[in-house]
């Protein structure tokens, strides 16, 4: 049994584990502790718990306290103990009622209690390592106020969506206090790439560099997930040099880029006279790479009709030109990229499901560039301004304090791509040769949090209610937006009964206005 949270009625997870991501995209000493704060009351709502706390571990293990809601002193030693069983068991802790539990029978500032239930959450990251812990719990008596084991599955869920923004905070709290000789350092790691291709040394790429060298010497087809922009074209490379076909082709063909109409002609080639134009033979891309490597870079965005033919090609070894009638053997190890849930797509019918399987032999996922931490930003930084002052011609000397501190706050929805086209723009319009600062970088304030102008979280000078009456206003309009301003097709979207919608409708008189507007123009076609 879930209790009931009055954030967004009866859409549970929309009104917790949904807004806890966009309210922590604030990497920033200075709302920090508001955004901690908000986690806190958003839990203490959502659990009807009497206090909630969040933990980190400071260098020498020990549990350092980043937010606190109602927090008696004489609760501190018990939170303490279960504290540190969870950062050395690194598992969740739940006591119903920990005055039965063996270990505290003898505890005067348990037994005193009427009643004490307990959630204990581990925050992780790479590696199963435990960083930090939630903590909440119940002691206003009587059998009603046990935690059920339900919640404890509740709380794990949003316990993984506040673990990396939290990681990114600390992390960046750290480089915020660097002194000149490690930023130095990281300046000259950006000289430095990895497999040839790739700049940054965090944990997460290191396993991604490691499973690169295990695949490489393979030829089982490969199959890379990521975002736009973070860079699966050099997962390729990287594969084509560490390969034995390293000496073979390796083609690389951007499929949203091929119009529908010729893109078999693209893939497999054609004879002359094959159709109205094909004024001479071509040949297809399978055909070039051939004894090398071909890169399909967004193959989930390929009609079915090429999926069927590509997976063809992947079962026989063998093509055939269009209009042709001889069959071409080949042999390509195929690598792929996506920046979709291909095994989602199959389940709409979208892509097919035994190309699906023949694809994902080996499946690498490129990280974000928010999810590799402040290091390598600052790297990745260091290497484009490296590039950009000597493919323009400008000496200009790093980067202020203030400049790093922005674009590790900084959320880069467009990844690498994006931090490269941000430092090549600071560098051409850079006057000087002074360290770039963070005006400079053209990264606005909205922008650092994440957001656009129009979908801030947090408006200057405004408090956590006001933050969260932001954020309803931004999901209910790009709900009703992505459903047409249909309330029941948007209410099915949040999870909630047409009634809640109409209710936030209410609340935000310019969406009404809106919402009316549309409904009268429907009537009057």
């Known amino acids: 049994m879930l209790l009931k949270t009055d954030m967004f009625q009866q859409n549970k997870s929309f009104s917790l584990t949904d807004l806890i991501q966009p309210l922590g995209q604030i990497v920033d000493s200075e709302r920090a502790d508001l955004v901690y704060h908000g986690w806190m009351t958003l839990l203490r709502q959502e659990f009807k718990a009497d206090s909630c706390r969040l933990f980190v571990r400071n260098a020498k293990g020990e549990p350092i306290e980043r937010a606190c809601i109602n927090m008696h002193d004489e609760d501190n030693e018990f939170s303490h103990t279960i504290l540190n069983k969870v950062f050395a068991k ?44 939630l903590y909440l719990h119940r002691y206003t008596g009587g059998c009603i106020n046990i935690f059920y084991k339900e919640q404890l599955n509740r709380i794990i869920e949003v316990a993984g969506r506040i673990a990396p923004i939290l990681l990114k905070y600390e992390n960046a709290k750290k480089l915020f206090e660097l002194d000149e000789k490690t930023i130095r350092k990281l300046q000259n790691q950006s000289s430095k790439k990895y497999l040839g291709q790739f700049v940054g040394n965090s944990q997460i790429m290191q396993s991604v560099y490691e499973r690169i060298r295990l695949v490489s010497p393979a030829t089982s087809r490969v199959c890379v997930y990521g975002e736009s922009g973070v860079g699966k074209e050099l997962v390729a490379k990287a594969i084509h040099a560490y390969s034995p076909r390293k000496k073979k082709p390796l083609l690389a063909i951007n499929c949203p880029a091929i119009p529908k109409e010729i893109t078999e002609s693209e893939l497999f080639g054609h004879e002359r006279n094959a159709f109205t134009g094909a004024t001479a033979r071509k040949i297809g891309a399978f055909e070039r790479a051939d004894q090398g490597i071909l890169f399909l870079d967004e193959i989930g965005d390929l009609s079915i009709e090429a999926q069927a033919k590509i997976l063809r090609v992947i079962q026989e070894g063998e093509i055939r030109r269009i209009g042709g009638n001889r069959i071409i053997k080949i042999d390509v190890r195929l690598v792929v990229a996506t920046n979709k849930n291909l095994w989602q797509e199959t389940q709409r019918r979208r892509f097919r499901e035994d190309l699906y399987y023949r694809l994902n032999t080996i499946r690498i996922d490129l990280p974000p ?37 922005k674009m590790i706050a900084y959320n880069w929805p467009g990844n690498v791509r994006e931090l490269s086209s941000a430092v090549e723009r600071a560098v051409v319009l850079h006057k000087g040769d002074q360290p770039i600062s963070a005006s400079d970088t053209f990264l606005g304030e909205a922008e650092v949090m994440g957001l656009d102008s129009k979908n801030r979280v947090l408006p200057p000078g405004s408090g956590w209610n006001e933050m969260i009456k932001n954020i309803k206003q931004k999901y209910l309009h790009q709900a009703l937006a992505n459903n047409d301003w249909n309330v029941e097709k948007t209410a099915i979207a949040l999870k909630m009964s047409k009634k809640g919608v109409y209710g936030l409708l209410k609340n935000f008189e310019e969406i009404k206005t809106k919402y009316n507007q549309r409904k009268r123009k429907k009537k009057n076609v």
């Open 90 to 133: 690194g598992q969740p802790i739940y006591f119903p009622n920990a005055k039965e539990e063996p270990e505290f029978k003898e505890k005067e500032s348990i037994q005193r209690r009427d009643f004490l239930s307990v959630l204990a959450i581990p925050l992780v990251k790479e590696k199963s390592e435990v960083f930090g812990a």
């Open 369 to 405: 560039l928010r999810e590799r931490g402040p290091a390598d930003i600052i790297t990745l930084a260091f290497y484009f301004l490296n590039y950009f002052c000597r493919h323009n011609n400008r000496k200009i000397y790093g980067f202020t304090r203030d400049a790093i501190k």
